[in-house]
C-alpha cells in the first residue's frame, strides 16, 4: 500500500507575480489550427443531437479541432456551470440552475456508441450543491457506457468531493472506470490563488484511497506549468504523487482563456517539458505526458494504451 502522506513544514513559496507584468507573447510552439473539417462537424452534431456538453469547448482546449476531427470528445457532465471559481478555468461559475439530468447518463452512453469510441474520458463539474457531490452521477454514467459500448475502456476526471462523506469516492470506485483521474492542477503554494476551493492534500489523498481501495486501478493527475511555479516545485509534486502512487503524469502549458483570468507567467520551452518528463520517468511513473499543448483528456485513449502495457510489462505479463 502507498505510504501515508506527509505534510511537510515549509514549502518553497512560489514567485509573486506584480500587478503590471507585461502578458508574454504566444510562442510558435503554441499555436494551433481552428477546428475544421468533416469529422469535427459530425462529432459536433452528436454532441448536439444528443444535448451534451464538453469540456473541448466549455474549457476553451486548444486541441479540439485535432480530438475532434478524429471522432474524440470529452464529455462533461452535471450541467455547464460549475460552483468552484478557480481563476484558470473558462467554465462559467455560479449557482447551477437545474438538478441533475437522470437522462444524461443514457445519452451520454449513447453518443460513445455512435462514434464507436474505443476509450472515452468523462469529466464534470464541481457540484458542490449535491449531497454526494455528483458520485452516483458518475457511477450510473460508466454503468450506462459499459452496457451500451461493453468494449470501451472509460476514463474519468472527477471533482476533489471535499464537502462530501468518505461514500462518494467508493461510489465511484465501485463503478470499476478503467482510469481515475483528479487534477492537481498546479503548485500547493498557488492554490490560495488559482484553485482557492480546493486542497492541495486532499485531493492527494483522495487518489490515494483510490489505489487503496481498488489497487488494480490506474489512477491519474496533471498539473500545468506558466502560473508562476518555479521548477522545484514542480518536483516536489512528482514526488508527492508517487508517495500517493499515482500511475500517470500529465503536465501541459497554461493558457489564459480570457483577461479577467489568471495571467501568463511565463511559457514554458518545450526543452523545459522534455525536463520534466525525464525527471517524472526517473521518479517511477507508469506513463508521462508533458509537452505544451498536453491536456488531460489529449491522445487518452493511445496514453491508456500504452499505460496497460507499461504496467503488465512490470508485472511479467507482456506477450511476446
Known sequence: MPRDLKIPEQRHPEKARRPDQVQPKKPSWIRVKAPVGEGYRQTAKIMRDHKLV???????????????????????????VCTRACTFCNIAT??????LDVFEPGRVAD????????HVVVTSVDRDDVADGGAEHFAQTIRAIRKRSPATTIEILTPDFI??????????????????????????????????????FHSLRLLQRVKEMDPS?????GIMVGLGEDRQSVLQVMDDMRAADID???????????????????FVTPDEFAGYE?????????????????RSSYHAGDDFARLRAERDKRLGLAIT
Open 163 to 200: 464537502r462530501c462523506g468518505p461514500d462518494a469516492l467508493e461510489v465511484v470506485v465501485a463503478a470499476r472506470p478503467d482510469v481515475f483521474n483528479h487534477n492537481l492542477e498546479t503548485v500547493p503554494g498557488l492554490y490560495p490563488e488559482v484553485r482557492p476551493g480546493a486542497r492541495y
Open 278 to 294: 525525464r525527471a517524472a520517468w526517473g521518479k517511477g511513473f507508469l506513463m508521462v505526458s508533458a509537452t505544451p499543448l498536453t
Open 54 to 80: 464538453t469540456v473541448c469547448e466549455e474549457a476553451g482546449c486548444p486541441n479540439v479541432g485535432e480530438c475532434w476531427s478524429q471522432g474524440h470528445a470529452t464529455m462533461m457532465i452535471m450541467g455547464e
Open 111 to 118: 453518443a460513445v456508441a455512435k462514434l464507436g469510441l474505443n
Open 94 to 99: 455560479g449557482k447551477p440552475p437545474e438538478a
Open 248 to 266: 500517470f503524469l500529465t503536465i501541459g502549458q497554461y493558457l489564459q482563456p480570457t483577461p479577467k483570468h489568471h495571467r501568463v507567467d511565463r
Open 217 to 221: 486501478m490506474f489512477t491519474k493527475s
